[in-house]
């Protein structure tokens, strides 16, 4: 490839990810299904020649932008991972993490909530969809849960019959569920900070206590 090549291909990288971001400011202020690919183009400062270089339709946005929610996500619970812990310290600090974040950046699980409701009826091509799957799928063998449930069964923190694949699996639907009631029950669209102090405690107390050892564990 010569630089001029080069450089042509760094510039349509860089205008789709101006029309990513574009979608993603948009889909953060309202409900996805309302945007149109002229709001993207507009905010971008692209017109609609450019948008379909890149994207057959504006569905394809909102995949993209779901993908990067569920990796920033994700990346903000390993964050709260410590390593050198013991399995049952390091899964409380993540829950407790994965609280935060919903403080933080509710309208990210707002918009997590919208694309599970359209997932099955959205009209998108097969490969987009296995694309999307395998994502979902390398992310949940990703490890932030499994890890820490995997070392507190070898450190004696955690129960010693557990499967940590089912366990990550329950916690992941636990608090992702919970999550989504609060926030579709919110007409404001925000996380109201009493409702999540409340929901804090007793949920992350409830699956702590079913992965623990023993009551010393805790």
Excluded at 72 to 90: F, K, N, S
Excluded at 173 to 184: E, F, N
Excluded at 187 to 194: D, E, M, P, T, V
Aim: charged share 25%.
């Amino acid at each position: 490839m010569n630089e001029q090549e080069s450089w042509h291909q760094h510039v349509r990288s860089q205008h789709r990810e101006e029309l990513i971001g574009a979608g993603q400011q948009l889909f953060m202020q309202r409900n996805f299904p309302d945007i149109r690919v002229n709001d993207i183009c507009k905010l971008a400062g692209m017109s609609r020649v450019t948008f379909y270089k890149h994207f057959n339709d504006i569905n394809e946005v909102v995949f993209e932008v779901q993908m990067r929610i569920l990796t920033h996500m994700t990346d903000w619970l390993v964050a709260a991972d410590r390593p050198e812990r013991t399995g049952y310290e390091r899964l409380k600090a993540i829950l407790h993490s994965w609280v935060d974040y919903a403080r933080q950046h509710g309208n990210e699980l707002r918009f997590i909530v919208l694309f599970d409701l359209y997932y099955d009826g959205m009209p998108i091509n097969d490969e987009l969809r296995q694309r999307y799957e395998q994502f979902v799928y390398d992310g949940q063998k990703s490890g932030f849960l499994l890890h820490p449930l995997q070392a507190g069964i070898a450190d004696g923190s955690l129960f010693a019959e557990l499967d940590p694949d089912r366990a990550g699996t329950l916690i992941f639907q636990t608090i992702m569920g919970v999550l989504q009631r609060l926030i579709l029950s919110n007409h404001h669209y925000r996380f109201q900070s009493n409702a999540l102090d409340e929901m804090d405690l007793p949920v992350i107390t409830m699956l702590l206590h079913y992965v623990a050892s023993s009551p010393d564990a805790r």
